[in-house]
């Protein structure tokens, strides 16, 4: 699977703008993103490129008026805890969480850490128009609505293709860990290629 | 700061041929490198530990080049639960080749390699099977099955929970031959109404299927007390301590849930394989077969009577190293070696390639194993909730072909389509008729003739969901019991299938489907470990596929007759 030549390439840097605080906008979205996201890796385990992911998760918020901001974290790469983190210094008490092989939930503040809003546990099924829809319903139960969950797809030969390369990606991710490092708030530039 | 761009693609022209080949279906399949610090390795990795054993006042203080202060929890439960003491301090100086070439020589009967399995440690038996080839771990386990006669299991599932498509469908599988049915459902709260779907129609196809419901453990022990479902499996282990707590488990909380069961008479088997752990995470740098073959000894060691194993729903990982189908293989072996039923995975969605999932396939076929799916796709797999098996209901006809041309048993036959309609038809109507006795959603006589003739989920009217969930949650509030289905099917006029479904529940009482790999033959006939022993002993012994059976497996869909070559018999 590639990214359709028609496409521009676009890359991604995420320049690190201070700690990780606690937001104050009661509308925010947090995007809280894993150990290895943007750096060392570039792109999921689809090939759908990590600039794409952010570009489509900002896309979505502001269509529905919310305002985001984008954290990395470094102390675990347990997709639960980095979203659950993201969503405790949100100032809605919203956050997305995306691990670098594309696995993403929306979390709540008040939820337990292995509860979510919705889950996106098959990596390989997230492109673009989900990756955007997922944004979307974010600003939504940041503003307190309850929008409809994005739609779950299923493929019974994602196994086949994807389980031994997701097991890779996520000792991978394991190794980016850095237990001595604090989230830092980060800005995603997104530059197109040509 | 980083900037980072995506890797552009080849950009050398492909020729015609590699056109060809890149758009077979194997190269849909995913791949790695071995990384065996990590654990991502099948069975051969400088990181797994050398076998050692030390025994002091009757206790292994030493095992794999551990000392007991090193001991993690599984170590533990296998050095004072699994291993016998006496036996393993020879079983151990005995050299490894000598094992391995025991379980391949006919000469060496299988209580012979029982015998000395019970003295050996994880390292030592990894050690053992590391020298076998895949050819020589066929020789080995069509040798060390536990029980003489193959048998197989069915998923029967619903992608819409739909109770009749699951009745009809374990209708169509029992009559087809499988000894053991298998649900699950999507939204879980359905679990009591497809379970007795599964029960009901089970026992329509023929007499003496035994069926189970895999759910979250307690709702599953409760399905099996009241004795809507008759058997369970889906009671996880794992090989690492780590994976263990991390399901908020312990070897000693499965056991006492293992005893659970057996407390009320009802079957079970645990469930393992390679992969699960380095899947999650957790390998501690062990290699997944090493791994596995704590697991085999963990579910020993807690006395349980078998164990799903070959890798279940982790088969991708082992699938994607190089010699990991082989590794899939010796963990089947392993299981019977240590005198476990073994349900042997080829279970789940393997391969695009129909010769990648034959060839997966072929170790537990040709050896034969005492299940060898657990279970094959008794639908379609898109509706599947297994997320999809090696196998599925296309694969029916290729399957007896397979059974045919090679003379072996998978457990199938073919089956006439007007025995077929007659049997799905039944299960419906059965079905039908315990609803309407329990004041349950009506089933119409529409969705009956659609089981009848149905292939997938998308042939059946559409339930009314939140109604059948209601229903489902007062079968469970007013205590329902497989008795009261039993006197339901009796007095709606279903008196045989009320009689197969009442000999399963009596089997709790008399204990027969405790012993090892216990099975009914169609005429409630158990056949386990101590009635039926596996008693190969070389060319011209053990399970032959001959008489009866044999020419019921000639019959195929089309076949030429020869009286009259202008005519098909089936």
């Known amino acids: ?194 | 700061m980083t900037a980072v761009a995506p890797r552009s693609a080849s950009s050398v022209q492909a020729s015609k041929r590699t056109e060809v080949l890149e758009n077979r279906p194997v190269n849909l399949d995913g791949f790695v490198e071995e990384w065996p610090e990590k654990g991502l390795v099948a069975m051969e990795s400088d990181f797994d530990p050398q076998p050692s054993v030390r025994v002091e006042d009757g206790r292994i203080v030493e095992l794999d080049g551990r000392t007991r202060d090193e001991f993690d929890f599984m170590d533990t439960y296998i050095a004072d639960h699994a291993i016998d003491i006496e036996a393993c301090e020879s079983a151990m100086a005995t050299p490894s080749v000598d094992i391995a070439r025991m379980l391949v020589d006919p000469r060496a009967t299988r209580a012979e390699v029982v015998a000395l399995g019970r003295g050996l440690t994880p390292a030592k038996i990894l050690d053992v099977v590391k020298l076998m080839n895949v050819v020589e771990i066929m020789m080995a386990m069509q040798k060390v099955r536990s029980r003489r006669t193959p048998a197989n299991q069915a998923h029967s599932t619903s992608a819409k929970d739909n109770p009749i498509q699951v009745a009809a469908d374990a209708a169509e599988a029992a009559v087809r031959g499988f000894a053991e049915l298998e649900t699950t459902l999507g939204v879980v709260r359905y679990a009591p109404l497809v379970a007795i779907g599964l029960q009901v129609g089970g026992q329509v196809g023929r007499g003496g299927v035994l069926t189970q419901c895999a759910l979250e453990e307690a709702t599953e022990l409760d399905l099996g007390m009241r004795g809507i479902t008759a058997y369970a499996e889906t009671i996880s282990i794992y090989g690492t301590e780590s994976v263990f707590v991390d399901g908020d488990d312990t070897p000693w909380s499965k056991a006492f849930l293992a005893s659970a069961y057996a407390s009320r008479g009802i079957k079970m088997r645990f469930t393992s394989g390679t992969g699960s752990e380095v899947q999650m995470g957790n390998a501690e740098g062990r290699s997944m077969l090493f791994l596995e073959i704590r697991c085999i000894l963990m579910a020993k060691g807690a006395g349980v009577q078998g164990l799903q194993n070959g890798s279940i729903s982790c088969i991708g990982v082992p699938g994607a190293v190089p010699g990991g189908i082989r590794a899939v293989a010796a963990e089947n072996l392993v299981a019977s070696w240590m005198d476990l039923e073994c349900a042997s995975g080829n279970d789940q969605s393997f391969s695009h390639s129909a010769m990648r999932r034959t060839s997966r396939l072929v170790p537990q076929l040709f050896s034969g194993t005492d299940f060898v799916c657990s279970g094959y796709s008794g639908v379609p797999n898109k509706d599947n909730m297994f997320a999809g098996s090696n196998l599925d209901t296309e694969d029916y006809d290729d399957w007896n072909t397979i059974q045919r041309d090679m003379q072996i048993d998978g457990g199938l036959r073919h089956v006439r389509e007007d025995v077929i309609l007659q049997v799905r038809n039944k299960a419906a109507r059965a079905l039908q008729a315990v609803f309407a006795e329990l004041d349950l959603p009506a089933i119409t006589d529409e969705e009956v003739e659609a089981a009848t003739y149905a292939d997938s989920s998308d042939d059946y009217p559409d339930r009314d969901v939140l109604a059948d969930l209601d229903g489902a949650k007062s079968v469970m509030d007013r205590g329902v019991t497989g008795l009261d289905l039993v006197k339901i099917l009796e007095r709606t006029g279903f008196g045989d299938v009320a009689e197969s479904y009442l000999q399963v529940l009596r089997q709790r009482v008399s204990g027969d489907l405790l012993q090892t790999a216990a099975i009914f033959t169609p005429d409630f006939v158990p056949l386990a470990a101590i009635n039926d022993a596996n008693d190969y002993a070389g060319p011209g012994t053990g399970y032959r596929l001959s008489g009866e059976r044999w020419e019921e497996l000639k019959k195929l869909r089309h076949v030429t007759s020869a009286e009259n070559p202008e005519e098909e018999v089936s």
């Not at chain 1, 099924?125 to 309850?146: H, K, T």
């Open chain 1, 1 to 194: 699977m590639s990214t359709p030549t028609q496409d521009p390439v676009r890359t991604l840097s995420l320049r690190e703008v201070g700690p990780a605080e606690r937001g104050t906008r009661a509308d925010e979205v947090v995007i809280a993103l894993s150990p290895a996201f943007g750096d060392p890796f570039t792109k999921t385990i689809v090939d759908v490129p990590h600039a794409e992911v952010i570009r489509q998760l900002l896309a979505g918020i502001e269509e529905r008026g919310g305002s985001a901001r984008v954290i990395k974290v470094y102390k675990t790469a347990d997709l639960a805890a980095i979203a659950h983190f993201g969503a405790k210094i949100s100032g809605s008490g919203i956050a997305v969480g995306v691990l670098s092989r594309g696995t993403t939930v929306l979390h709540q503040r008040d939820l337990a850490r292995l509860s979510n809003l919705e889950l996106f546990p098959q990596a390989p099924l997230l492109d673009a128009e989900v990756f955007r829809m997922i944004g979307a319903n974010a600003a939504q139960y940041a503003q307190g609505q309850s929008p409809r969950p994005v739609p779950t797809r299923n493929d019974q030969m994602a196994r086949p293709r994807w389980q031994a390369k997701a097991a890779l990606l996520h000792l991978k991710e394991f190794e980016c860990i850095d237990h001595s490092r604090n989230a830092v708030e980060v800005e995603p530039v997104i530059t197109r290629v040509d």
